[in-house]
């Protein structure tokens, strides 16, 4: 009887925890982690404040699993897309674009994952996403220089540089502040593309003169 009822009382605390971090990713979603607030959570899981502080010792902890389990299945997504079919280069656009379309379809949750400031938990395990982004593209750039796609590199300096100009240039247009950009949608995801090839391709031979 003992067993069982640990089981049961188990079951009940991941319930009521995966009720918490689904609010709080909901919260996350719609206003960012400066919207996120402990009673806010507890009141859309439907228990007490109080309680919030039995499953997450702060509201930090709270914001770095979120953003965890947010950027967990961002990281999925890329490095699925990254392993399909086509060339070192094809794939590499895949990837890109894969990120891009997500983040720009939801705009207010991917700034907030990429460049909200909000504490120093969160801000380590972005690095270790960052990371985990780059090690996506390691795969793609090795096999890019096997094939004689790209030229010859320091493959994780050049996915972290990679990682970078893709995070840097969606900022500004996933920014709550951001105005309206001509350049939007399928022109902004072309420019990174394209830009990322040049950066690992093999340079262009001089054309020979006339």
Do not use: W
């Not at 389990?69 to 997504?77: C, F, G, L």
């Not at 700034?111 to 395990?125: C, G, H, K, N, R």
């Amino acid at each position: 009887m003992a067993y069982r009822s640990t089981e049961k009382t188990q079951a009940r605390k991941a319930e009521v925890r995966q009720r918490l971090v689904d609010a709080a990713l909901a919260m996350v979603s719609s206003g960012g982690f400066g919207a996120l607030t402990m009673a806010g959570v507890a009141a859309q899981a439907g228990i007490a404040t109080g309680a919030v502080y039995k499953h997450f010792e702060s509201k930090a902890q709270l914001c770095a699993e979120v953003f965890r389990i947010a950027t967990e299945k961002e990281v999925a997504v890329v490095r699925d897309t990254a392993q399909g079919a086509g060339s070192a280069s094809e794939r590499l656009q895949h990837a890109i674009a894969a990120f891009a379309e997500r983040a720009l379809r939801n705009p207010r949750l991917a700034f907030a994952l990429i460049a909200e400031p909000v504490d120093a938990l969160v801000d380590a395990q972005r690095l270790r996403y960052r990371q985990a982004y780059a090690e996506v593209f390691v795969g793609l750039v090795e096999q890019g220089m096997r094939t004689g796609e790209f030229a010859e590199q320091v493959p994780s300096v050049s996915a972290a540089a990679l990682v970078g100009v893709i995070a840097e240039s969606l900022t500004g247009p996933l920014s709550p502040q951001h105005g309206q950009d001509p350049l939007a949608g399928g022109p902004l995801i072309a420019a990174i593309q394209a830009f990322c090839l040049r950066a690992v391709a093999l340079p262009t031979p001089p054309r020979a003169a006339d």
